[in-house]
């Protein structure tokens, strides 16, 4: 009990000490809350201070951030400008694309207009220096030797080394802004310029370059037109027309892939342009080899038909090349459009209309000459009707066409035929061709008639229609184009074999009816002095035709057809004369007089050697 009792005592004890600390430790800490709060009240003053100076201590750094970087930025641009003002440097080109595309970087970023346009400036100045160092280039590649005349020319030569040096170059000035793509950029108009410039340059440096690698080998096909045959001549040109287009084509794919500005409308533009120079060359060129044809239509008409003839083939090729130069909205606006090449092919056309009916009537012309002549060579014109008819096989295209514009039949202006276009019925090239042919032959046969007729002796006249009529069957039926037995009609060919039936007839007559006549029968001349007559009388007219043959050839230059003509001299005379030997053979005569059949025969034929 007294146990317990002294451990509550204690424990009161305790409970009163521990009282009076929590008095205390209470009296402390009210203490301290009113020494605090006097001392929040002295201190919010400089804390409201120090707010205010923390403040302006973050707005000074910011202005002195702002002050580093504009310092910077002007430094920098200071860097850009020396870099920009003095253009690509060789082996430099992506350092200067990059500083130009932080240029054009900057301008979407600047608060500034005046910085904006200040950087817009070094942007076009930049530009400029990449459209004259793409000019150079260009200008590098378009330059040099040319090919030599008479090489074949497919393209104007352009370095592959320059090729791959602009592709990069290119390449970047096409992402340059210009209105259509930065409509907002301060200087995008001006970017378009620069470019515009740059391409027209390029196409009129390309045009020369091509005219000159070309025209050395036209004026070359002019300057030979006088030594070369003439369809010969027309052919290359036609060569050459086709090279100058070939041209033009790698001219265009070349411009694709070169351009600066790749829009349809600038591309048929600037390759317009391009085209002019080519275009130009190849009139100057065809003009003047019209202008040389027109001196002597007769002797250079051929020329100029075939080279009609190839520049009818290469149309297409031209059609498609000009297409290239008109704009979407030029095709669409249904604009009529010059077209160099029709207007060259209408000038070379109108030459070769005039071709057919003045062979016609250079024909008749030759009538004109003097009466009386023993001449028996072969007629010029006879010998220029097979070449012409000869010529035409080998332009028939050209031909035909020709015809087809002329009109079945108008050819024959000078006789009164009517001059009228065939608006119903359609004529087949074939069908013209035939006709024409059909009245060259009708034509060559009337002259070598009449020729022979008013201004040929008697008996030379005969001699001469032969060697015409056979000249022009042989040559016309045996062709040296064996095209032209196809457009030979049986009119045509009858008309031929009758005339050469004709001129042997009338041959044959002239020299030799008078020998049979000698030797005929007449009653009224009987007895040993009257064929003493007859045979005096056979052999000086023989030795008269000896004569005459030494004198005018038959068949001067046809060995096989004189030959022919022996034959059929020897069958008409020879058995008449071993007849007349025959039935008087009982009868004695001088050798000098009396010759044998044989002997005859012999001297007959040794003038058809």
């Known amino acids: 009990m007294d146990d317990d009792s002294a451990e509550i005592e204690l424990l009161e004890q305790n409970l009163s000490k521990t009282h009076q600390i929590s008095q205390k430790m209470t009296t402390i800490l009210n203490s301290f809350d009113t020494r605090l709060a006097r001392l929040e009240k002295s201190i919010l003053p400089l804390y409201n201070s120090a707010q205010i100076l923390n403040r302006r201590a973050s707005n000074i750094e910011k202005a002195l951030l702002k002050i580093d970087e504009v310092a910077s930025n002007q430094e920098g641009i200071a860097a850009e400008e020396a870099l920009i003002l003095r253009g690509p440097q060789p082996g430099q080109f992506e350092v200067y694309k990059d500083a130009l595309q932080r240029l054009n970087a900057s301008i979407a970023f600047k608060a500034s207009d005046q910085d904006s346009l200040d950087t817009a400036r070094l942007v076009e100045t930049g530009a400029k220096k990449l459209a004259q160092l793409y000019t150079k280039l260009v200008a590098e590649g378009s330059s040099g030797n040319t090919p030599a005349p008479g090489v074949e020319i497919v393209k104007a030569p352009f370095p592959s080394q320059l090729r791959t040096t602009l592709q990069p170059i290119v390449a ?40 000159k690698c070309l025209e050395a080998h036209g004026k070359r096909v002019v300057d030979r037109a006088d030594t070369v045959e003439p369809i010969a001549t027309g052919r290359e040109l036609g ?55 027109k001196r002597s239509l007769q002797k250079y008409g051929f020329l100029i038909l075939s080279a009609y003839e190839a520049l009818l083939e290469l149309q297409p090729m031209w059609e498609e090349i000009s297409a290239l130069k008109v704009s979407p909205e030029s095709r669409n606006d249904n604009r009529k459009e010059t077209n160099e090449y029709k207007d060259v092919l209408h000038v070379v056309r109108m030459v070769c209309i005039r071709m057919f009916p003045e062979a016609l009537a250079d024909i008749k012309l030759s009538t004109a000459g003097r009466t009386g002549d023993t001449s028996t060579a072969l007629l010029d014109a006879a010998v220029e009707a097979v070449q012409f008819l000869n010529n035409m096989q080998e332009v028939l295209v050209g031909s035909s066409d020709i015809l087809s514009v002329v009109g079945d039949g108008n050819w024959k202006m000078g006789e009164g035929v009517v001059v009228k276009k065939q608006a119903i019925v359609e004529v087949s090239a074939q069908t013209l061709l035939e006709h024409f042919i059909y009245d060259i032959v009708v034509t060559i046969i009337n002259t070598v008639s009449l020729i022979a007729r008013t201004q040929r002796r008697p008996p030379f006249d005969s001699f001469f229609l032969l060697n015409n009529i056979a000249y022009l069957r042989k040559n016309i039926l045996e062709p040296r184009q064996e095209s032209l037995i196809d457009y030979l009609t ?93 039935k008087h053979k009982e009868k004695e005569f001088s050798k000098n007089i009396k010759l044998s059949a044989e002997t005859v025969e012999s001297q007959l034929r040794s003038i058809y050697r």
């Not at 096409?174 to 340059?201: F, M, N, Y």
């Not at 070349?254 to 390759?271: G, N, R, Y």
């Not at 085209?275 to 190849?282: A, G, K, R």
């Open 490 to 582: 049986k009119p045509t060919q009858d008309i031929l074999n009758s005339n050469f039936r004709t001129a042997k007839a009338s041959y044959l007559d002239a020299n030799f009816s008078p020998l049979m006549q000698s030797l005929s029968d007449d009653p009224k001349e009987k007895g040993k002095a009257a064929t003493k007559e007859k045979f005096t009388r056979f052999y000086d007219l023989l030795e008269e035709v000896l004569e005459r043959h030494r004198l005018a050839k038959v068949l001067e230059d046809d060995a096989e057809s004189r030959e022919a003509i022996g034959n059929d001299v020897i069958k008409f005379l020879i058995p008449s004369l071993k007849a007349f030997t025959q």
């Open 172 to 211: 970047f000035l096409r992402t340059l802004p210009v209105p259509s793509t930065h409509p907002s950029h301060p200087a995008a108009a001006t970017i378009l310029t620069t470019l515009k410039d740059a391409q027209r340059g390029y196409a009129d440096m390309r045009g020369a370059w091509g005219k």
């Open 239 to 293: 060569a050459w027309v086709q090279s100058v287009l070939s041209v033009a084509r790698e001219e265009y794919d070349l411009l694709i892939e070169m351009s600066t500005l790749v829009s349809p409308s600038q591309l048929a533009s600037h390759f317009g342009n391009l085209l002019n120079p080519l275009v130009l060359l190849m009139s100057t060129t065809i003009t003047a080899l019209v202008a040389f044809s």
